[in-house]
């Protein structure tokens, strides 16, 4: 009896476990897909990835001069690819857009985009704007995006303005 109990209860693990395990390894394989895709994306500039930083499906970096900026960004049905000359860059600012929702115990912010805005020094060019979490296409979880968007905006602006 003793020995049908544990087996029973190995098996009841295992049936909780083996998901997880699932979870975790598709994980991995997705973040190695998006760190492939940037190395891919800086070696078709004739450049290495020298910094860079990942979150779910997407990764941002940078080469050792930190003269280019590469993101890879998952989408629901594609994948946007960009690569960045900072020398025609002018500034790199956050975009955060949020809104505040009332309910019965106070208040709480709603971040609704995370964006990197960058203005070109050719004004014909216009903006470009690389989301890190936008909630029309990302999940409703926001995870470290807030903390890696910072850390971008301030080595981009030092990267300009050794330019």
């Known amino acids: 009896m003793f020995?049908?109990?544990?087996?029973?209860?190995?098996?009841?693990?295992?049936?909780?476990?083996?998901?997880?395990?699932?979870?975790?390894?598709?994980?991995?394989?997705?973040?190695?897909?998006?760190?492939?895709?940037?190395?891919?994306?800086?070696?078709?500039?004739?450049?290495?990835?020298?910094?860079?930083?990942?979150?779910?499906?997407?990764?941002?970096?940078?080469?050792?001069?930190?003269?280019?900026?590469?993101?890879?960004?998952?989408?629901?049905?594609?994948?946007?690819?960009?690569?960045?000359?900072?020398?025609?860059?002018?500034?790199c600012k956050v975009i955060n857009r949020s809104r505040t929702v009332k309910f019965e115990g106070g208040n709480t912010t709603l971040i609704e985009q995370l964006s990197l805005q960058f203005e070109y020094k050719d004004p014909s060019k216009g903006e470009m704007v690389l989301d890190f979490y936008h909630n029309g296409y990302d999940t409703v979880a926001i995870a470290d995006e807030l903390l890696l968007i910072q850390k971008w905006e301030i080595l981009i602006q030092d990267a300009l303005n050794k330019n």
Request: proline share 1%; with cysteine; glycine share 4%.
């Open 3 to 91: 020995s049908g109990t544990t087996i029973i209860g190995l098996i009841i693990v295992l049936l909780c476990i083996i998901p997880i395990v699932l979870m975790f390894v598709s994980s991995k394989k997705k973040k190695a897909r998006a760190l492939n895709a940037l190395k891919e994306l800086a070696t078709e500039s004739n450049k290495k990835v020298a910094q860079f930083d990942q979150w779910k499906e997407n990764a941002i970096g940078t080469d050792e001069a930190h003269t280019m900026i590469f993101a890879v960004r998952k989408m629901k049905d594609s994948v946007l690819k960009y690569a960045i000359n900072l020398s025609g860059v002018r500034s």
